[in-house]
């Protein structure tokens, strides 16, 4: 009451601290501390930079007080932003704190049941699904540190990457490369291997310093480049298979404009010049609109932060409208008819790419919120990393597999490139790679024609050319094509077999990837 009190402007910060020390001292004195550690947090998250600091001195007893988390059956059902995949944990917890992540692991450990952490439930598989307990980190969300001056920043591992760029942008800094989408934690950004585009830059765990995991025992590891070396290789992007990522120390930089250029090209001359574009600019990405002769090339560079005139902020509003109306909401009812008349698709693609994306374009913006953009509506989506060295030969035979086989199929198949590295589940392991991926779009939730069987050739392409699946994305490999492809899976199973010996970290999607055909064993997540 008295939050609401302070957002209405009825009460001053004074009193709100008054009101969360009192509620603080009862719930501690009372050892009810879960519903008041919610409570407190979600008013802190909601606080300006300003006041936060200030109000969380007085309730910092409440956030800090350790005591029996409170098991209450769940009956709720949870489902991946796609609504591709769902379950109904038996348990849905939210820790404030990591004495309560310790507990979590604690109980399901005694009662041999499985645990597996949830973010935006942005993957289209089913990563994240689990029928006993399922763990969402929103709460240990804090920036814990930051150096500015060597743009070296501490956080907890649930914080949201859109309110990190936030957070960061207004202390003058920035992550070096992005995604497509900033909804997610940064925990799970790390564990999937999210990437962004650039030839000099790797996927976002290439900046992580050192982290902090939690494994099945309660232990919490700390690893970096010369701390438990071997941990640190494999959990930077671990699948959530060796225990849960609490705490991360992330190398960032100074807070910079991106400008890019977006123009076409017909596709013969994309894909002649594919090694050169790539490397034009800091970060390229290239769309190639099926059905159309048509490449879309959007470059982007570094630059220094100018104050921008009105009218650009005005000419950006009318083209973001302009894009939405046409973008979303005229899309959106073409895609569907296409669901009913599919060769209704290369039309929409070729008159989309006339009405929106036929300009070129310059722009000019703080870089997260260039290297991000609206993902549209709920999808299917395959990606997949092959040599650079093959990314032109690899575009080539996905547009002959689609004319052959006749598909129709959504705009765009989008192409961008990633620097080696040395973590060992990467898709970029040891190797300059190419992500080539393509979204089949679920228009007001009805499934695309032939979804499937082209999901299933396009996969067979990218393996012909030594491709290897976006972790958090469709794909069907196991172990066997896993251990051929990665030269230190085994080493990483290894490590999860001694970190996690009684697969407290499991699931049907651990269980297809981590198996052996020799293990006889079932998934201990399907009983």
């Not at 309560?100 to 994240?128: F, T």
């Not at 009405?355 to 395959?382: G, H, M, P, W």
Request: aromatic fraction near 10%.
């Amino acid at each position: 009451l008295a939050f609401s009190s302070y957002s209405r402007g009825q009460v001053n910060l004074k009193k709100l601290e008054d009101r969360c020390r009192l509620v603080s001292k009862r719930h501690t004195q009372n050892n009810q501390m879960s519903s008041a550690q919610s409570r407190l947090q979600q008013i802190l998250s909601h606080l300006g930079t300003r006041e936060a600091p200030l109000l969380s001195n007085a309730i910092r007893p409440a956030l800090t007080a350790s005591h029996e988390f409170d098991y209450q059956p769940n009956s709720a059902s949870f489902t991946n932003w796609a609504q591709i995949h769902s379950c109904t944990p038996d348990y849905y917890h939210q820790p404030a704190d990591i004495a309560q992540l310790r507990q979590i692991l604690a109980y399901a450990a005694e009662h041999n049941q499985c645990v597996r952490v949830i973010g935006s439930a942005h993957s289209p598989s089913d990563i994240a699904m689990t029928p006993h307990h399922l763990v969402n980190l929103d709460f240990l969300n804090k920036i814990l540190s930051i150096d500015s001056e060597r743009c070296i920043i501490k956080t907890q591992a649930g914080i949201r990457l859109r309110e990190l760029n936030s957070q960061l942008a207004q202390r003058g800094l920035a992550l070096r490369n992005l995604g497509s989408i900033d909804e997610q934690s940064i925990a799970g950004a790390i564990c999937t291997g999210t990437h962004g585009t650039g030839w000099r830059y790797g996927i976002i765990a290439t900046d992580v310093l050192s982290l902090k995991l939690m494994t099945a025992a309660g232990e919490i590891i700390e690893c970096s480049e010369t701390l438990n070396p071997e941990v640190f290789a494999a959990a930077r992007c671990s699948l959530g298979a060796l225990g849960i990522i609490i705490e991360v120390t992330l190398q960032c930089e100074k807070l910079q404009f991106l400008e890019s250029y977006q123009y076409s090209l017909p596709f013969e001359e994309a894909m002649s010049q594919l090694t050169k574009i790539a490397r034009s600019a800091e970060h390229v990405r290239v769309w190639w609109f099926p059905h159309t002769d048509s490449c879309l090339v959007w470059q982007a560079n570094r630059t220094p932060i100018r104050r921008q005139p009105t009218f650009s902020h005005v000419k950006k509003s009318i083209t973001a409208a302009r894009d939405k109306l046409i973008g979303y909401h005229m899309l959106e009812p073409a895609l569907y008819c296409g669901t009913l008349m599919p060769s209704l698709v290369p039309v929409v693609n070729k008159l989309w790419f006339k009405l929106q994306f036929a300009r070129n374009r310059k722009n000019e913006d703080i870089s997260y919120k260039q290297f991000t953009f609206d993902c549209l509506f709920k999808q299917y989506v395959n990606e997949w990393a092959v040599p650079t060295q093959r990314a032109v030969e690899a575009v080539r035979a996905l547009r002959q597999m689609i004319e052959t086989k006749n598909y129709n199929i959504h705009f765009p198949i989008e192409i961008r490139f990633v620097k080696s590295d040395n973590i060992w589940l990467s898709p970029a392991f040891d190797g300059d790679r190419c992500y080539i991926g393509s979204v089949m779009y679920r228009p007001y939730g009805k499934d695309p024609h032939r979804w499937q069987e082209y999901f299933d050739d396009f996969e067979k392409t990218m393996n012909q050319l030594d491709g290897r699946p976006h972790w958090a994305k469709i794909h069907s490999w196991t172990y066997n094509e896993c251990k051929q492809s990665w030269p230190m899976f085994e080493k990483f199973v290894e490590l999860r077999d001694r970190l996690d010996p009684n697969r407290l970290f499991w699931n049907d999607y651990m269980h297809r990837i981590f198996t052996k055909d020799t293990d006889t064993s079932t998934s201990k997540s399907t009983h």
